[in-house]
C-alpha cells in the first residue's frame, strides 16, 4: 500500500483507485471566550487568534497513559487517541492494542483504525462497497466466512438498527451510525492486513465520545464543550474485539465492566462459533477452554486461524454518560436505568482502557481504588489522569505481572467527586506481602 501526502489530505492508494481523506487529528481544541468587563454576562465573541491547541497524549490533566513490557523482552502493546470527524461531527476516539505472535498487527492498527473508521463513508452508504468487503473474506478466507457470507443481509440490517432509543436524542443518535461503520471499518482493516502477510494479531477495545448536548453556561472561559465537561450529554460507544478491558468508574467509585473477554468460555462466543465454523473447541492442560490454540475468538490478524472462525468483529455497545443534572431532565427514569452506566444516570469518574497484562494481575475495583486512592492522597494538582496511569503498571510491576501492562485512564466529568473508600485496600496489600522476589527467582 503506498502513501502520497499533498495539500493537507493523505491520499491512499487501494485497489488501483485514490480515496482522499484528511489528516487524523491528535489534538483537542480550546477557543478562549472574549467578554466584556462591564457585561460578564453578554453573548460571549471568541477570540479565535487564542486558540490552543494541546495534543491528547500530552495532557496529562485529562488523559493519563502508560505503557510497560514488565518482564517480557519487548512490548507488543500500542495505544492511540485521536479526535475524528464523523458526518460533521467530532468524535474522540481511544485505543488500546495488545499484540501477539509480535507487533506488527497492533503497530497497524495504531496506524490505520482510526484512519479507516473516519473514512468508512462508503463502506456505510454503498452497498456494493461493503458487498465487496465480504465477498473477499468468503472467497479467500473461506471456511467460517463462507457461511458468515450467507447471513450478511441479516448481520447488517442487525448493525444498522442497534441504536439506543433515546427520545430526547433521537435525531442526534439516528445520525451516529457507529455501530454499523464499526464493524465494517474494523473488518475492512483486518483484511487490509492482511496483505502485509504477517503473522502476528491483536486485540483491540476502542473508546468513542460524541457530544449530543450542552446546556449553555456563559461562565465557561472557553467554547467548546467536550465530553469531560460538566452540563454535557455524551454518547459513549465501545468497540471490542478480545481480552482487552473498557471499565468505567461511576460516582460511587464503583468499576463497571463495559466488555467481556472474547474466550472460548464466554457463551455469545461459543454460540457463535457453533453456528458457522467446526467444534474447534478444546481444553488445554489447565483446564481452560482454548479455540483451536488460542485464548482469544476474536482479534485482528491471526490470518491462520481466520476461516475457523476468529474475527475482528467488534461488539458494540453504547451508553449514555454525563451531566447527572442534564441527563435527569432529559431522560426518563427507564432510559436512565437501561442505557447509563451503572443505571445511575451520570457523573460518571473516568474510563478505564487496559490489557490483559492488567487485569490478569488486578480486578477491575483495584485498578480503580489505585487511581482513586493516589488522588486522594496527593491532591488534584499532582494526582493527574497520567500520575495515576502510571501507578498502576508500577503495582503490576511490584507484585510479579508477567505481561505486557498497559493503560489509559480518561477522565470523565465526575473526575475527584468519588467518595473516599477503598475497598480493596486490604486486598492489595495482602497482595504486596505475599510477593517475596527471592522465591519468585526461583
Not at 485514490?18 to 489534538?27: K, N, Q, T, V
Not at 487564542?50 to 493519563?64: D, E, F, I, M, Q
Not at 482502557?353 to 477491575?364: A, K
Request: glycine share 6%; hydrophobic share 35%; charged share 25%.
Amino acid at each position: 500500500m503506498s502513501i502520497a501526502f499533498a495539500q493537507g489530505c493523505r491520499i491512499v492508494k487501494k485497489c488501483k483507485s485514490l480515496i482522499p481523506c484528511r489528516y487524523i487529528s491528535d489534538s483537542v481544541v480550546f477557543t478562549p471566550v472574549e467578554r466584556s468587563p462591564a457585561t460578564p454576562s453578554d453573548t460571549s465573541k471568541p477570540k479565535l487568534e487564542g486558540r490552543l491547541r494541546v495534543k491528547l497524549l500530552k495532557s496529562p490533566s485529562h488523559l493519563g497513559h502508560f505503557t510497560s513490557r514488565v518482564n517480557r523482552p519487548y512490548n507488543e502493546d500500542k495505544y492511540s487517541a485521536n479526535v475524528l470527524t464523523i458526518k460533521g461531527n467530532e468524535v474522540f476516539n481511544f485505543n488500546v492494542f495488545d499484540g501477539h505472535g509480535g507487533d506488527q498487527c497492533s503497530k497497524y492498527l495504531t496506524e490505520n483504525l482510526a484512519l479507516n473508521v473516519e473514512c468508512g463513508d462508503d463502506l456505510v452508504k454503498k452497498k456494493k462497497a461493503r458487498e465487496d468487503l465480504v465477498k473477499k473474506y468468503a472467497k479467500n478466507v473461506g471456511g467460517y466466512w463462507k457461511r458468515w457470507f450467507k447471513h450478511r443481509e441479516k448481520t447488517f440490517a442487525a448493525w444498522q438498527t442497534s441504536k439506543l432509543p433515546i427520545t430526547s436524542f433521537k435525531k442526534d443518535i439516528e445520525k451516529n451510525d457507529l455501530p454499523f461503520r464499526l464493524p465494517l471499518s474494523f473488518l475492512n482493516t483486518d483484511y487490509e492486513f492482511f496483505q502485509q502477510e504477517q503473522q502476528s494479531g491483536s486485540t483491540c477495545t476502542s473508546a468513542f465520545f460524541q457530544t449530543i448536548y450542552t446546556n449553555p453556561v456563559k461562565s465557561v472561559p472557553v467554547i467548546e464543550n467536550y465530553y469531560f465537561n460538566r452540563n454535557t450529554i455524551s454518547l459513549l460507544t465501545i468497540a471490542h474485539v478480545g481480552d482487552t478491558r473498557a471499565i468505567v468508574v461511576d460516582k460511587n467509585g464503583i468499576a463497571n465492566a463495559l466488555t467481556v473477554d472474547h474466550h472460548p468460555s464466554n457463551p455469545l462466543e461459543s454460540k457463535r462459533l457453533r453456528r458457522y465454523a467446526a467444534n474447534f473447541f478444546m481444553t488445554d492442560s489447565f483446564g481452560e477452554e482454548r479455540f483451536i490454540a488460542l485464548a482469544n475468538t476474536r482479534a485482528f490478524g491471526d490470518i491462520s486461524y481466520k476461516e475457523m472462525g476468529v474475527t475482528a468483529e467488534p461488539e458494540i455497545t453504547q451508553y449514555i454518560v454525563g451531566d447527572s443534572k442534564d441527563i435527569s431532565q432529559k431522560l426518563t427514569a427507564d432510559e436512565i436505568k437501561k442505557y447509563t452506566v451503572g443505571g445511575l444516570g451520570g457523573d460518571e469518574c473516568f474510563l478505564i482502557l487496559c490489557t490483559d497484562g492488567v487485569t490478569n494481575v488486578l480486578t477491575d475495583q483495584e485498578i480503580a481504588d489505585i487511581i482513586m486512592t493516589h488522588y486522594k492522597r496527593q491532591g488534584h494538582v499532582k494526582a493527574t489522569p497520567q500520575f495515576c496511569a502510571q501507578e498502576v503498571v508500577k503495582f503490576v510491576e511490584y507484585v510479579g505481572g508477567d505481561d505486557n501492562a498497559t493503560i489509559l485512564v480518561i477522565r470523565l466529568n465526575g473526575w475527584g467527586n468519588w467518595p473516599n473508600i477503598d475497598r480493596t485496600g486490604e486486598l492489595r496489600q495482602q497482595r504486596l506481602d505475599d510477593y517475596n522476589p527471592r522465591r519468585n527467582s526461583g
